[in-house]
């Protein structure tokens, strides 16, 4: 159709689906980019329109702003729901996904786009057996090689999903295992950003989106992310700009994440000083804190080493700023709907160290629900009754600390010089006495 000359109004219509088919062609990409600026030059309304906008958008969020629109004007345009579910994975919208792939099943029974997506966003929790179950379903319509690599990568990614939850951070650091190794190797940085979501192959089978600005961000991370893994090569400044530079095409967390944990992992090491390179490690996570994310634990996982990056820095040169945005970060971690009790022992020690014991009672409290018989709790709540001068509380807490173990030598440190200081609270001269007293009262 594209090679008549008879199409008049209809050119721009057929230029634009043309367009469209080709985006998902390695071979014919810069094609497709090219036949959908042709059909709006040649003229597009309505839908039309707002889906050829879609497609050349600068960012994701754009693009799926624009394919909105067009399944508000026409809640059958198949190109608008395709590429939304893709971009609503891309861009970590959990919950509307799910909604959006039930309508999708509704719309179009037959067509396997909704079991590929299903079957990366299990993989992205972490639920590997999920994720091969839903490719069951495509079986019969997939290429039998593209299979079982999908198979093997979702295997991979369901691994790095689940090194990214808290909890396997903070359990796999207390056994004094390198928590962060599995996500800081090459084949980690590949897979995502070579063999995921926005390789024009991968899309063709999977149905996921393969748009300009997809690609755009895709290619200046991977830019970005081969400097970083040649730590005596690479320029970590310059690698962390383009990271920034390709977050304005496609503002999900993963990207900023996976380089700061590289910078941590490859980088500093090397250093006599870490501080600049903690500075850049805290920037990226916090990037990656503030930002949806593929998978939905690293957004946690991203606030909690925001803080405790932020944290080393204010210990280490005593900066508000730094001190500041930890802060801000523990508290934004304490208003999130979950909250394991291993962040809450984290937590609370930080805003200990920081003197905020408003901060951490708060997350002594929500410890003491979720793990009421864990002995860890009572060192803690000892510390933070000594340092808000609740003696009473602090020495009765001590006591039954040694009442179960006589040999805490922690404990009983903490209970002389508690001691040493009530005798000299209770020694004050009068005149001093009387001052205390005083203040007391008020």
Known sequence: LA??????????????????????????????????????????????????????????????????????????????HQESLGLE??????????????????????????????????????????????????????????LGEVRRGFRNIAAVANA???NTYLRARAKGQNPLGLLAPESTASQFLGGF????????ETHLP???????GLLEAGDAMKSLLIPFLGD?????????????????????ALAAIILEERYEPQQTNSAPLW?????????????????????????????ETDHKLARES??????????????????????????????????????????????????????PNDPRRARLHARVDLATGAYGDALRRLDRMLKQDPADAWAETQRNNLMATLRKLVNLDPKRHRNTQLHATR
């Not at 959990?94 to 029974?109: G, M």
């Not at 393969?210 to 755009?216: A, G, I, W």
């Open 279 to 307: 500075r850049m490690e805290a920037d990226l996570f916090q990037l990656a804190a503030d930002s949806p994310s593929l998978m939905p634990n690293l957004q946690r996982l991203s606030r909690f080493l925001a803080a």
């Open 164 to 166: 990214c939850n808290p």
């Open 89 to 146: 994975l891309l861009l970590g919208r959990h919950s509307e996904l799910e909604a959006h792939v039930r309508l999708f099943k509704i719309l179009y029974p037959d067509d396997p786009t909704p079991a590929w997506v299903q079957a990366t966003e299990r993989a992205l929790r972490g639920d590997a057996k999920g994720a091969l179950a839903s490719l069951d379903s495509v079986r019969a319509s997939a290429n039998p090689q593209f």
């Open 210 to 216: 393969e748009l300009p600005c997809v690609r755009q």
């Open 197 to 204: 979501g926005g390789v024009a192959p991968t899309a063709m």
């Open 3 to 80: 090679r008549r000359s008879d199409l008049g109004q209809q050119r721009g219509v057929v230029l634009l689906r043309l367009g469209e088919h080709e985006l998902f062609n390695a071979k014919t990409y810069e094609k497709g980019v090219q036949h959908v600026r042709e059909a709006l030059a040649a003229g597009l309304r309505g839908a039309d329109l707002d889906f050829a906008k879609g497609l050349l958008a600068d960012s994701t969020p754009q693009a799926l702003k624009y394919f909105e629109t067009v399944l508000q004007l026409n809640p059958y345009y198949y190109g608008a």
């Open 318 to 371: 005593n900066s508000v700023a730094e001190r500041s945005a930890c802060l801000e970060n523990i508290r934004a971690a304490l208003a999130a709907p979950i909250t394991s009790a291993a962040e809450c022992q984290a937590y609370c020690g930080m805003a200990l160290e920081l003197k905020a014991y408003t901060l951490a009672r708060s997350f002594l409290e929500r410890w003491d629900t979720l793990a």
């Open 236 to 256: 970590p400044n310059w690698a962390v700009r383009q990271i920034k530079s390709s977050w304005q095409h496609d503002p999900e967390g993963l990207v900023p």
